[in-house]
C-alpha cells in the first residue's frame, strides 16, 4: 500500500472572482443564483464578489472549476485563480490599522 503525504504544494485553494451586471431583477437573479452556487459547493465569500476554497489536491480543484463553469450566466466575467496551500499561507489580510495573519488553514488528517 502507498502512502501519500499532503504536503503545502499539492494542496489547491480556489479564489473565484466575479463582476456580474446587475441592473434588471433577472440580472440581479441570476447573480444570486451564482453566489449561492458557490456556497452550495463549499465556496465562501472572502470579499463580495470573491469566493474561497480549500481543495485536498489539483485533482479536485479541477472538479470545482469544472462546476464553475457550468454555473457561469451569460454575462459579466468570471475569474477563477488556482493557488497552492503554501502560497495561501503567505497572504496578509488587514482590517483597518490591524495586520492579522490569514484564515488558518483546515486541519488535515493523516491516514497511514
Not at 80 to 107: F, H
Amino acid at each position: 500500500m502507498e502512502h501519500t503525504r499532503l504536503n503545502a504544494y499539492k494542496i489547491m485553494w480556489l479564489f473565484v472572482f466575479f463582476d456580474l451586471p446587475v441592473t434588471t431583477k433577472k440580472e440581479r437573479k441570476l447573480a444570486t443564483r451564482f453566489r449561492k452556487d458557490l456556497m452550495k459547493d463549499g465556496f465562501t465569500m472572502m470579499q463580495w464578489s470573491v469566493y474561497t476554497r480549500h481543495c485536498a489536491s489539483g485533482e479536485s480543484a479541477d472538479v470545482h472549476e469544472k462546476r464553475i463553469r457550468g454555473c457561469v450566466p451569460d454575462k459579466g466575467q468570471i475569474t477563477i485563480l488556482r493557488i497552492t496551500d503554501k502560497q495561501y499561507s503567505n497572504m496578509v489580510n488587514i482590517w483597518g490599522a490591524q495586520i492579522r495573519p490569514s484564515e488558518e488553514a483546515p486541519q488535515q488528517l493523516e491516514l497511514f
